[in-house]
């Protein structure tokens, strides 16, 4: 098998898998589950985003969230418009994620516009964001799937990670925003990439919705991916994503890896005690696999 030593842990519950949550949360329980992962050792996080708090109110205390849990690791800060760079700019947070979905019905339906007028905005805010020195993430949504669309075509995902790369982002985040996606077409799929883009961090970013996210990442192993958006307890789901469940889970992930002698620096016991501050405040159960069977 093609199996790498290490691979690097990016954490999206705070973000992706909080933005969705129908409660409420308190913002120090946030905080204090931000604390937890980091304690955790991961170095990679998306903290929160910059997104109209009338669409996704969860997210509306994004400002509190940034200045309490900055550090030396890399945090990320999701802003997909020119008022969310703005907003960026007046924090100290140095790593932002722009996001374009390949479909066009869906993104015309998570923020108003087509792909490639989403392209035409972000290419001078990117420069502009590179000139500052901030580390430019890109991801790329429905990359396998669409719940309005149906299959994307690899040419055209293949094309818009091109368009990005070419606009000197960092890394590309490359997601199967609905869990639609088996482990062939994941396999397929980042084998080109990797070919098409052999200087550019790619990453890839997997929902559970089938059941499927954990062959996906393994799938993504053998085609050479070393970066994966996970996010703790499983939570997750898309607000503009019809039937989207959470996140693949990073302990799941973080056990098989181990599991295969593969190295994540990530201490699975406190994994499972950020879930823990995190998981009194939610509307549904955590159901990972690694979870409840180590959870008290």
């Known amino acids: 098998m093609n199996l790498p030593n290490s691979v690097s842990i990016i954490e999206v519950g705070p973000r992706d898998g909080l933005q969705n949550e129908k409660n409420l949360l308190p913002t120090e329980e946030k905080i204090a589950f931000i604390h937890k ?3 955790a050792g991961i170095k990679e996080m998306e903290l929160t985003s910059f997104v109209s708090p009338k669409w996704v109110p969860q ?3 994004a400002n509190d969230v940034i200045t309490n849990c900055l550090d030396e690791t890399r945090n990320f800060v999701l802003a997909p418009n020119r008022k969310g760079i703005d907003r960026l700019y007046e924090t100290a947070c140095k790593a932002v994620a722009v996001f374009v979905g390949v479909s066009e019905t869906f993104n015309k ?4 516009k087509t792909t ?3 392209m035409e905005e972000l290419t001078p805010i990117i420069g502009e964001l590179k000139e500052k020195g901030y580390f430019v993430r890109a991801c790329i949504s429905t990359s396998f799937y669409c719940p309005y669309d149906g299959k994307m075509n690899e040419e055209d995902v293949v094309r818009l990670c091109q368009q990005f790369a070419s606009l000197g982002v960092d890394e590309l985040s490359v997601a199967d925003t609905n869990g639609m996606a088996n482990p062939q ?3 397929s799929l980042f084998t080109k990439l990797k070919v098409a883009l052999p200087e550019t961090l790619l990453t890839a970013h997997f929902h559970d919705t089938r059941g499927m996210a954990i062959a996906n ?3 993504a192993l053998q085609a050479g991916i070393t970066r994966f958006d996970t996010s703790a307890g499983g939570l997750g789901g898309c607000p503009f994503a019809p ?3 959470g996140n693949v889970a990073t302990e799941d992930v973080v056990f098989m890896l181990h599991q295969m002698g593969i190295e994540t620096g990530i201490d699975l016991t406190k994994v499972v005690d950020a ?3 995190i998981e009194p405040h939610l509307s549904r159960p955590i159901e990972s696999k690694y979870y409840r069977l180590h959870s008290n």
């Open 217 to 219: 990442v393994f799938s």
């Open 109 to 112: 339906k998570n923020i108003n």
């Open 275 to 277: 879930i823990a501050v």
């Open 185 to 187: 077409e994941v396999y």
């Open 243 to 245: 039937g989207a469940t």
């Open 116 to 118: 490639s007028e989403s």
């Open 59 to 61: 997210m509306a205390d």
């Open 37 to 39: 992962l980091k304690e």
